[in-house]
């Protein structure tokens, strides 16, 4: 089991499980190349590197993580090609404003799924936005996505 942390990302080949904890905001990116059955999961933190004053990890951003991550699985043998993609997360943990723009949760989401188009790489299931966190876990060997919650329990994508 290889565990990753926030802003981070890891890629393995099957039979490896890949997993991350406390998505509340963040999103949990899986991607997955099922001939290869080599799988990667990134946990992003905001949507954007454009406007941040540090720039130094990719890993923290939709838009610079993504790419980072297919590169990392096509260097250990995916096609581009064959990828698909799952998320989780993207919740919006606080109540306390209306003001869209402070909605983070969905920021990430909405970021992470237009990278993933721009990049051609078709987003099969997910399971976002609401208001709790998520952990998540990737088999490389299936490519099943489990989704574990302390309110809704656990889901599979």
């Keep these: 089991m290889i565990v990753i942390g926030m802003a981070d990302y890891a890629v393995s080949r099957s039979p490896e499980k890949l997993t991350t904890l406390g998505l509340g905001s963040c999103v949990g990116i899986a991607l997955y190349d099922p001939v290869a059955k080599i799988g990667g999961l990134i946990h992003i933190m905001l949507p954007t590197i454009e406007n941040a004053r540090f720039k130094d990890n990719c890993a923290k951003f939709a838009d610079s993580g993504i790419p980072c991550l297919i ?9 581009r ?3 698909v993609a799952k998320i989780a997360g993207g919740a919006k943990m606080f109540s306390f404003n209306s003001d869209a723009s402070l909605n983070i949760g969905e920021r990430n989401v909405q970021a992470t799924k237009m990278v993933l188009s721009e990049m051609k790489v078709p987003l099969i299931s997910e399971d976002v936005g609401k208001n709790y966190g998520r952990t998540v876990l990737l088999d490389t060997d299936t490519g099943v996505y489990y989704i574990k919650s302390a309110i809704m329990g ?3 994508i």
């Excluded at 590169?71 to 096609?79: F, K, L, P, T």
């Design 71 to 79: 590169e990392e699985m096509i260097r250990i043998g995916a096609v």
């Design 81 to 83: 090609r064959r990828l």
């Design 154 to 156: 656990e889901n599979i």
